[in-house]
């Protein structure tokens, strides 16, 4: 357990800012997403949006 836990701490601290970026971008785009949903499901209960 400690063997294939160790590799992956250290690959993850070399690639520490670009995965940082990556999440922002995925918190981004599934905000984004959140708002459509909403957009749609107020649209179908009949309330203006």
Do not use: W
Not at 38 to 48: K, R
Request: aromatic share 4%.
């Amino acid at each position: 357990m400690e063997y294939i836990h160790k590799p992956f701490s250290i690959r993850r601290n070399i690639s520490s800012s670009n995965h940082k970026t990556q999440i922002c971008q995925n918190l981004d785009h599934l905000q984004q997403t959140t708002m459509l949903i909403c957009t749609v499901n107020l649209n179908q209960s009949g309330i203006p949006a």
